[in-house]
């Protein structure tokens, strides 16, 4: 019999010891990487996520979209380097949330936000777990505080009535009373890879997030995939445009070969206007 805090503060007489621990130092962190250009990014952010997502997919890359995460904003956009946080499950001997909030100082978790510069998308992997918070006000505060761009969490977030007056982008599957070690995850890694609703995120991708979700794009990828989608995005426009002239859908779109080089005499048009 030994004693422990329990989770009320208060001390109680219970049928264990203290377990040995696996020779493990938490947190866990990945090796420095190379973050995307700013230019790229800038360029990046003239896509949408359903051009890139697309766009992605007849590339090859099938697993783009991360499905679960919502818009906590409406017509908020991001687009910015990934930096990655790993939650795992909990075990006792390594670590767990009997410590309240104060365990998770040492974690990954604050860690990683100690290392957020301008632009970054943190992209937090947490097992889609409706009782893990990943985030509340304090911490969302800091992380906008030290530029933080967004936040796309494959989980729950808390104080939602505070975090919502930051005005961050954030993407998340909803809300939770919970803190982040409360239930059965744990702020285990950071600048790891991480798994986030089934898509794979490395530390320097580009995330890319707006109303219809968020889109992972590989790091390497990323220039060939705006020489493609802006092209797109041009002929979506003068199709738009003719759609609601009245056009034919079969013509416009996707474009047929007589929509094709309509399209492209009113490019040229537009090249050889004035200023």
Known sequence: ??????????????????LPMPDIQLPVVGETFEKPSKH?????KKVSSATASASLHKMGIRR?????????????????SVVTLQFMPQREDIASGLGQEYIEKQSALWAVLKTIEPGDVLTVQ??????????????????????GAGLVVDGYIRDWPHVKELNLPIWCRGLTP???SQSDQFPWAYNV????????????????????????????????????????????VFSRKRLAEGGA?????????EGRQEYELWRESLANQPG
């Not at 009782?131 to 906008?144: N, Q, R």
């Not at 013509?251 to 070969?257: D, R, S, V, W």
Request: aromatic fraction near 10%; proline fraction near 8%; glycine fraction near 8%.
């Open 178 to 180: 919970n803190y982040a």
């Open 249 to 257: 859908l079969e013509k416009y779109y996707p474009l047929n070969e």
């Open 1 to 18: 019999m030994s004693d422990f805090n329990s989770p009320n503060g208060s001390s109680s007489k219970v049928d264990t010891f203290r």
């Open 40 to 44: 790229l990014i800038e360029q990046l």
């Open 193 to 236: 890879p991480v798994a986030v609703s089934g898509v794979l995120a490395l530390p320097g991708d580009i995330m890319l997030a707006d109303d219809d979700g968020a889109v992972l794009i590989p790091a390497k990828l990323a220039p060939f995939l705006l020489q493609q989608t802006l092209e797109h995005e041009e002929w979506e």
């Open 64 to 80: 783009t979209f991360i499905q679960g995460p919502q818009s906590r904003i409406p017509g908020a956009k991001v687009v910015g």
């Open 126 to 147: 947490a097992n889609a777990d409706p009782y893990t918070g990943c985030f509340g006000e304090m911490l969302v505060s800091y992380f906008k505080e030290r530029g």
